[in-house]
């Protein structure tokens, strides 16, 4: 099977943060969603677009922040209820913002996160329009806008959303946060380094500047400075992100167990956190505690229904604990929220293979997995170099299958069952009580068929 990964999911008032995932054999940079570049232990194709969320310049509180006017408060409570996977509350109370005080920008920004979660990026990426439209500085919605370009495959497009405005507003330090955000989703992190730097010249303590210089170093493939800067964000506050971001390079260093441990350590702070349970998941996957895997990543689709990645590695945790079904039912839904999750076939095609389901005629089954493996090799990035391996499993697929139907012709020439008499019947005038020999005997039991007879 292969397992998914996911990094870093930046905290927020408002907005979660986004999302990168990386296949087990190796790194894979998202064109979707992605934090920065996010390497896993060992190579893997590209991955599909995944829904994403951008950090807010301040760190996600329990209580509300003090002086907000009733639409924020609106917002704010909308978000709690988005982080709760609520999201029918959460909408009612996100287009209530809409029309209260102070409440359209935060609130259109909310409503988008609810779409990004049900995986309407589209529809999203409207609502952050109407969002800055009512309020151009609102720095979460700017952030979340980076984020849903990203996701789109449109990352190069986000700089010039947000440079114009900083102009208006060049003392915005959340607006600075948010180009730097747009350098790294365009693929330049020295920039970025640029802008996190320049606001921590304003803001020595920004934990938040200082997570943003920390993954561009990563992007640059310096897990050493990441890692010292990091050092340094930890010391000014205990914060979710900061501590996957440790995670994320004990990853690259092939540091599962230490990964696994800073993972834990941010659920501590936000265990209501998409990534952080992706990444938590992954890593239970890998060192096979299925059961865990499986209880993180069912929390993960609750709290993210359109999210196909979490579908896929929750598949792979039902298959680890040797409930197939359940496995299949998780990659169907994979690929029915992404069709082109081209892993999700390849999973389905070992799981048919390997695994004789309830219900099913052997040689459908077999027939099943080797479309699946075809669908697979026709979904899979260019450049995978796994195609002898794929090759191998359909060519075992179709040897079961002839074998299947050989033992199917052999069970047609073996001879027809002969009727074995009942029990006590005997010839015509054997002097049985009660019974005859021709109708069958009349004693207790012998109506009953016997082994071989149907």
């Known amino acids: 099977m292969r397992w998914s990964a996911l990094t870093a999911f930046a905290l927020g008032l408002v907005v979660l943060g986004p999302a990168a995932r990386a296949q087990t054999d190796g790194p894979a940079d998202a064109p979707a969603a992605t934090d920065a570049p996010a390497p896993a232990p060992t190579p893997a194709p590209a991955e599909a677009p995944a829904p994403a969320e951008a950090p807010a310049p301040a760190p996600r ?37 809409t029309g209260s005080a102070g409440g359209k920008a935060p609130g259109y920004t909310v ?6 979660r049900q995986g309407q990026l589209p529809d999203a990426l409207a609502a952050l329009e109407q969002a ?51 350098w790294l989703a365009a693929g330049r992190p020295t920039d970025a380094m640029d802008e996190a730097r320049a606001t921590l010249k304003r803001s020595e303590t920004s934990v938040t500047a200082m997570k943003l210089l920390a993954r561009a170093y990563l992007a640059t493939g310096n897990d ?20 996957m971001l ?26 209501q956190n998409v ?21 993180v990543l069912s929390k993960a689709v609750q709290l993210a229904p359109a999210y196909a990645l979490a579908w896929l590695d929750l598949g792979s945790a039902y298959r680890g604990e040797k409930n197939f079904e359940e496995a299949e039912r998780s990659w169907n839904k994979a690929l029915e929220l992404d069709p ?22 052997r040689e459908a089954q077999l027939r099943d997995a080797v479309e699946a493996f075809n669908k697979y090799k026709l979904g899979r990035p260019p450049t995978s170099d796994d195609a002898a391996e794929v090759d191998k499993y359909v060519a075992e697929a179709k040897l079961l299958i002839e074998q299947e139907q050989q033992r ?47």
């Open 61 to 97: 509180r329990d209580e509300p922040p003090p002086g907000m006017s009733p639409g924020e408060r609106q917002a704010w409570d909308a978000g709690q209820l988005v982080d709760q996977g609520q999201l029918s509350g959460a909408e009612a109370k996100a287009t209530a913002a």
């Open 111 to 116: 409503i988008a996160r609810i779409r990004v």
């Open 132 to 182: 800055v439209s009512a309020d151009p500085a609102y720095s979460p919605a700017r952030l979340l806008q980076v984020r849903v370009l990203q996701a789109l495959g449109r990352g190069r497009e986000a700089p010039g959303k947000i440079e114009p405005t900083l102009q208006k507003y060049p003392d915005s330090l959340g607006l600075r946060i948010a180009l730097a955000e747009a």
């Open 224 to 243: 050493a400075a990441g890692e010292a800067i990091l050092s340094r964000a930890m010391e000014i506050e205990k914060d979710a992100e900061s501590y």
């Open 246 to 271: 440790r995670g994320r390079i004990a990853l690259m260093r092939n540091q599962l167990v230490e990964a696994r441990a800073w993972f834990e350590k941010a659920a501590d702070v936000d265990s």
């Open 275 to 295: 990534e952080l349970l992706l990444n938590l998941g992954w890593t239970y996957l890998h060192v096979r505690n299925f059961d865990a895997a499986r209880d």
């Open 340 to 361: 082109k999750l081209a892993d999700a076939w390849f999973d389905l095609g070992v799981l048919y293979l390997e695994n004789p389901l309830p219900g099913r005629e």
């Open 408 to 454: 199917k012709q052999e069970e047609l020439k073996q001879p027809a069952p002969e009727t074995v008499p009942d029990e006590g019947a005997g010839d015509e005038g054997s002097g049985d009580e009660g019974g005859s020999g021709e109708e069958g005997s009349g004693d207790e039991g012998s109506g009953e068929p016997q082994e071989g007879t149907f």
